[in-house]
């Protein structure tokens, strides 16, 4: 009897799974040509708000990528993911160099998570850290990588990205900080705000002083 039950949990379980991965990679295949409506860490924000009783303002307007500036394209590749033009979702020297230094101070200290893992968190899951969140992600970005495209996946980060209290995506970002369009965004400014991605709810551009150059020093790297 209980031999039973556990085969049939397993068995739902792997459907559901199955079904979960269908409506990711359809998700993915429809994000090709439609921009997204919301997404599961703004969802998440709302509910978030809902339930501890604070106002909410949503802050979101997507724009082509044309119309972001090319310094804010740079400093956020720059900041987060150097390697984003060579690996195909998952940048797997990071991740071994992350493992290294945790093996050696017996700490994580830093993520290796690449654009397109976060994009992928940010479209579908929340900000919780979960082992089961990072295995989907693991196996998705690849498959995101592939069907999205270089230049698709950074239109969709840029513009989805939590940037601070309901503020999502360049545009949004760039009216609130700065009273301007991301197109217009000048270097300093975008460094400012890139250094800003990793803990959007607790840093502010105006206090990025050391970040914002040491990111615009990984530009000059880069060759940007």
């Known amino acids: 009897m ?17 079904g979960l991965y269908v409506f990711w990679i359809g998700s993915l295949i429809a994000l090709r040509s439609i921009d997204p409506v919301t997404t ?26 044309d119309q972001i500036s090319p310094d804010l394209q740079h400093a956020v590749i720059a900041s987060e993911d150097g390697n984003f033009y060579k690996h195909h979702g998952i940048d797997w020297g ?8 945790s093996r050696e101070t017996g700490k994580i200290r830093r993520g290796a998570s690449t654009i397109t893992q ?18 989907f992600e693991y196996t998705l970005a690849p498959v995101a990588d592939w069907i999205l495209g270089k230049r698709r996946i950074l239109e969709l980060y840029l513009n989805v990205i ?22 217009k965004l000048d270097r300093e400014q975008s460094a400012r705000l890139a250094a800003c991605v990793p803990q959007p709810l607790r840093r502010k551009p105006v206090w990025m002083d050391q970040f914002s150059m040491d990111i615009m020093q990984k530009m000059r790297i880069l060759g940007w």
């Open 2 to 18: 209980f031999a039973r039950l556990i085969s049939r949990l397993l068995k739902l379980a792997v459907v559901v799974i199955a």
């Open 40 to 65: 599961g860490v703004q969802i998440q924000r709302r509910v978030e708000a809902k339930l501890a009783g604070r106002p909410y303002r949503k802050r979101y307007k997507f724009v082509p990528l």
């Open 94 to 101: 990071q991740v071994q160099q992350v493992a290294q230094e």
């Open 118 to 135: 976060q994009l992928v968190k940010n479209l579908f899951f929340t900000t919780y850290r979960d082992p089961v969140r990072k295995a």
């Open 162 to 183: 939590e940037w601070g209290p309901g503020v999502y995506g360049a545009s949004a970002v760039a009216d609130y900080y700065y009273h301007t369009t991301p197109a």
